[in-house]
């Protein structure tokens, strides 16, 4: 595996964090070790299995790889089942502080978000349904303010 793996302290060094998504690091040892106990039996038995019904070497060994591929599949499934998410998610009522630090993030990340009322109406209405038409609005104006002499 790849990417940024960091330790929670509050779990006693159970939980990681890889590729932003938290894990129990048990389960996922258990989950490499699902995923390579069946695919590598699987491919090893199929590049066998089709050595001997194929004539073709290289047909042998694609055919041989899709099975290992079914094999990763079926240890994804079963892996999946086994070891649920350690996800912790809490909802919360989004308060004016928290959408204008939103709007302000997007901003940073994509620059300014123009203004909302030059938009065609179907893309207005969408946004009034969403409840973010008024938060643009009041970001454009903002960001006004701040561009004003």
Not at 20 to 30: A, K, L, P
């Amino acid at each position: 595996m790849s990417g940024p793996a960091t330790e929670p302290e509050e779990d006693g060094g159970r939980l990681l964090e890889i590729w932003g998504d938290t894990v129990d690091s048990r389960h996922t040892i258990w989950a490499i070790a699902l995923g390579v106990g069946l695919t590598v039996p699987l491919y090893l038995g199929a590049e066998l299995l089709f050595s001997r019904l194929v004539d073709d070497a290289t047909v042998a060994g694609t055919y041989a790889l899709l099975v290992g591929l079914v094999g990763c599949l079926l240890a994804g499934f079963v892996g999946a089942l086994l070891f649920a998410p350690k996800r912790v998610v809490t909802e919360h009522a989004p308060t004016e502080e928290s959408r204008r630090a939103a709007m302000d993030a997007v901003e940073a990340d994509y620059g300014p978000l123009g203004d909302p009322s030059e938009l065609s109406e179907p893309v207005r209405s969408e946004l009034r349904a969403l409840g973010l038409y008024d938060d643009l609005l009041a970001q454009h104006r903002r960001r006004e303010e701040r561009e004003a002499p």
